[in-house]
Structures are given as structure tokens and as C-alpha cells.
């Protein structure tokens, strides 16, 4: 473009100069105004074909971005797994291990009561056919089964409690625990109802320091069985399991008969014996050494308050109380504990 700009001013310029040295009548005269407005129409030719021209670019359409949703902070309620609860489910109340916290010390062989507070978040009642049943472990020696001492509610809790007693070896130990019901089936705590409980010790060995004159051992009694019974009249009670009209006549230690005269009857059976101690509660020493026979024993009246002291037929010894008359039923509690 500036080459072509300055050849036109040089044919610009032969042109003047032809002009000033010839006839002003043979040449034209060419018009300054004109030259210049004629150059810059020029000028602006060139540059307009100089520029090279910018091609349209078609904007492809572009896919719509699904926006993703901002997160709650707040966490949402858990919902329940299933709209109906379970017959038989249980949890853990507060506090839970009400006795014998995880990692409690003992001696060798020596004997505590665990106790745990369960609550009832299924939706039938606990019955007294449920109970606390050995599942795995080491059962600590004992009982495999034990009844629960009263009927449990949905919803209600209940303190439960089994007799053990350390092993002689030391070492930590582990006892599982669950509930069966009244068909035998077991169950337990946890989101699905199918976790044990447990109670968990540390058995430690004596310490031996500067030997002692031997002392006079007194054998320490263990629990083998706490039970609750209500009788009608025919009704037998065996007191080695805590059951009422055993299957096997022969496992029965006595059976209930309510008449006129008497109007309470205990007659003993399969060599069980027994007295009636009083109003005051026995200890094992007291029902040891009572003399004991398998004379049956009445009332006229309602005996609530009274004791006997007792030997089953399997040779445990035990107490029973008298509750008392209730709803035409006869109300009995019991403990029966295994021999040293």
C-alpha cells in the first residue's frame, strides 16, 4: 500500500512540474484539493484489500450441565429398617453392667454375681419361661439357664443376675450370654437383636507373701438356682430347675393341694425333705445344719412370711419363702445352692 501511495505523488509531482515549464494552455491545471481527497480515497482502498477477512465461526451448542444439589449438613433421622418391631429383641439399659464391671479381679475359684439391666424393645412380653441362657465362652460355672424372676413388658427393663464362680486357673475369661424364650429360642441385643452380652474377669493368682497359720475353712455357699413359682391345686414343683409339672414325675421335689381342711397341703416327693423354719430368713449354715424330714406340712390360714428349709431330690440344699394367697394361687420364692 505505501509503495502505490508514493508512486501516485510522484506522478503527482511530473505533473506540476510539466505544468510550470510548458503553456498554461496546452496542460490542464490540476486542483490541490482534489489531489488530496483523491489520495486519501486511495489510501483507504489499499487498506481495506490489505485486511484479510475474519471467517464467521459457528458456535456449536453446547450440553446442558445437570446441576448437582448442594449437601444437607443436617444428618437425616435414620429410618427404621422395618415399619413392625420384633417379637423377641433386646438392649442394653443404663447402666448396663450393673455388678462386675469388664475386667474385675478375682481370686481363684472365687465365686460373684454378674449382673446385667436389659430392656425389652421387641413387642412381646417377656415372660417367666425366659431366661438367661448360657451361648459361649467360658460359663464360669454356672447355670446354663435362668429364668427370669418376673414378666417383662415392651419397653420396661429389668435387672437380671447369674451366680458364677472364677476357675482356678489364671487368666482372663469370657462369658456370653443371651435370652431364650419360651420355645427355646435365643436371641439377644444389638441393631439386629442377635449379639450376646457377657461378663468378662480377670482371674489373678494369691499372693503368697509370709506364710499364715491356716485358718478354719468355712465353705462359702453358691447359688446354683433363684426361681418364683405360683401353684394351683395338683400343681408340682421341681426346685432343681425351676419348673412347674415336669415332664418327669420323678424330677418333682413336691407337690401343692389347696381343700377344705387343711386348707394348704406341701407333701414332698422323690425323697425330697424339708421343715418350716419361721418367720426369719435362713442362711445356708441354718439350712444345713436343720433336721430335716419328708413330713408334709399345712395351713389353716394364709402362711405369707413363712420359711422352710429343704434338701431336693437331687440333694441341693435351698430355702423357700411363702409369698402368700394371691388370686386363689400360691406364691412361692426360692434358692437352691449347689454343694461345696
Excluded at 481527497?37 to 487498506?47: C, F, G, K, P, S
Excluded at 429364668?147 to 458364677?164: C, H, K, R, T, W
Excluded at 420359711?307 to 412361692?332: A, H
Aim: aromatic letters at 10%; proline letters at 9%; charged letters at 15%.
Amino acid at each position: 500500500m505505501m509503495k502505490k501511495f508514493l508512486g501516485f505523488s510522484f506522478l503527482c509531482f511530473l505533473l506540476a512540474a510539466c505544468q510550470t515549464g510548458g503553456s498554461s494552455s496546452d496542460v490542464p491545471t490540476l486542483d490541490a484539493t482534489v489531489l488530496h481527497e483523491t489520495a486519501v480515497h486511495q489510501a483507504t482502498l489499499d487498506a481495506e484489500e490489505s485486511q484479510t477477512p475474519i471467517p464467521t465461526q459457528t458456535l456449536e451448542p453446547q450440553p446442558t450441565q445437570t446441576l448437582i444439589p448442594t449437601l444437607a449438613h443436617t444428618r437425616p433421622a435414620i429410618q427404621s429398617p422395618t415399619a413392625e418391631k420384633s417379637c423377641d429383641q433386646a438392649a442394653a439399659a443404663h447402666p448396663f453392667d450393673v455388678t462386675i464391671p469388664d475386667g474385675t479381679t478375682f481370686a481363684p475359684g472365687e465365686s460373684f454375681t454378674k449382673t446385667w439391666r436389659l430392656e425389652n424393645v421387641g413387642s412381646c412380653t417377656w415372660t417367666k419361661e425366659y431366661a438367661i441362657t448360657f451361648f459361649s465362652g467360658n460359663s464360669l460355672n454356672a447355670l446354663q439357664d435362668n429364668p427370669l424372676p418376673q414378666a417383662v413388658e415392651p419397653g420396661d427393663a429389668i435387672d437380671v443376675s447369674v451366680y458364677m464362680q472364677a476357675p482356678e486357673v489364671p487368666g482372663v475369661y469370657q462369658s456370653n450370654w443371651m435370652i431364650s424364650n419360651a420355645a427355646g429360642e435365643i436371641f439377644g441385643i444389638g441393631p439386629n437383636g442377635d449379639a450376646p452380652f457377657w461378663a468378662r474377669i480377670e482371674v489373678i493368682p494369691a499372693m503368697t507373701d509370709t506364710p499364715q497359720p491356716t485358718p478354719t475353712v468355712t465353705s462359702t455357699p453358691v447359688v446354683y438356682l433363684i426361681g418364683e413359682a405360683k401353684l394351683v391345686d395338683a400343681d408340682q414343683m421341681d426346685l432343681d430347675s425351676a419348673s412347674i409339672n415336669p415332664e418327669d414325675v420323678t424330677d418333682s421335689d413336691f407337690v401343692y393341694r389347696s381343700g377344705e381342711s387343711p386348707a394348704h397341703i406341701l407333701l414332698t416327693m422323690n425323697g425330697t425333705e424339708w421343715v418350716l423354719y419361721g418367720e426369719e430368713e435362713p442362711s445356708y449354715g441354718d439350712c444345713q445344719g436343720a433336721d430335716l424330714s419328708g413330713t408334709a406340712i399345712s395351713f389353716d390360714e394364709d402362711p405369707a412370711g413363712v420359711y422352710l428349709c429343704y434338701r431336693t431330690s437331687n440333694g441341693l440344699p435351698g430355702r423357700l419363702f411363702v409369698e402368700g394367697i394371691e388370686d386363689e394361687k400360691f406364691s412361692i420364692s426360692f434358692l437352691t445352692w449347689s454343694v461345696p
